[in-house]
C-alpha cells in the first residue's frame, strides 16, 4: 500500500471513529426527544420511531402540580444573572492577572481554579448560617450569591488566558488615545478577545445551570426551586413520556446559549 493509501485509510478510519462518537452521543438524546413527542411511549414499543407526534407530554407539565415551568423561568432567571455578574465581575481581576506584572500571578491562577472546584457541600453550613441571618435563605437572590463562589473563580482563570492572547500592540494603540483602565476593557480587551469570552460565557452559564448543591440545600420551599432540585422528583411523576419532556426543555437553554455563542467562534476559526 503506498503513501496515497494509507493516508486514505487513516481519514477512513478517522471519519468511522468520528461518526461512531457522534452517534454514540447523540443516540440517547435523539430517544429522549422520540418518547417525548410519543403520546404512548410505553405502549409503542420502539424508542427510535414514535408512534405519533403529540405535544401532550409538553402540555401536561404545565399542569401547576408539577410547577415544572416557573422553575424552567427561575433557573433561566438566575443561571443568566449569575452569568453576567460573573462575567462583570471577572473581567477586571481576569485583566490584572492576565495582563499585568502582578506577583505570584501563576499561584494566584492555580488557586482561583482550586476554587472553582471546591467542594461546594464544605461551604453549605457556614453560607446557610450566614443566610439564615441576613434573610437570603430561600431565595434566588442567595442561590445566585452562592453560585458566584464557583463561578467568578471559574471565569477569572479562563479569561484571565483569553486577555492575555490580545496583543500588546492593540492595547498599547488605546492608551495613546487616551482610553482608561475600563475603557480599554471593554472596548478593546473584551472584543478582541470574544471567542475566549464566548467560550467562558457558556461554561460559566453551564455551571450554574447545573447547580443541584447550593439550588437544593439553600431552598425551603417551591418559591426559589430550580430545574435540577425539580428534575430530583420527576421519577415520581410516573409516566415516562413526561419525564423525557421535562428532559427535553432542560436541555433546550444549553443548547440556544451554545449555538448563539459558539457559531460564532466557529466561524472565526476558519
Sequence with gaps: MGARGSARLLQLLAWTGGLLVVAF???PVWIMVVLSLDPDPVGSGSTLLPSALSAVNYRTLSDPVFGFYP??????????GTTVVSLLVASPAAYALGRLPVPRRGQLLA?????????????LLPMSLFFADVGLLDTLVGIGIAQLSFTVPLAVWFLAYAFRQVPNEVEEAAKVDGAGPVSIIARIIVPVARPGVAGTTVLVFVASWNDYVFSSNLNRSTRSETLPVLLAKLPTIG???GQMAASVLVCLPVVLVIAVLLRWLVGRSR
Excluded at 71 to 80: C, D, N, T, V
Excluded at 111 to 123: D, Q, R
Design 71 to 80: 422553575a424552567l423561568a427561575r433557573s433561566l432567571l438566575l443561571s443568566l
Design 25 to 27: 452521543a447523540v443516540l
Design 111 to 123: 488557586a482561583m481554579l482550586a476554587f472553582a472546584f471546591f467542594p461546594g457541600i464544605v461551604v
Design 239 to 241: 409516566f415516562l413520556g
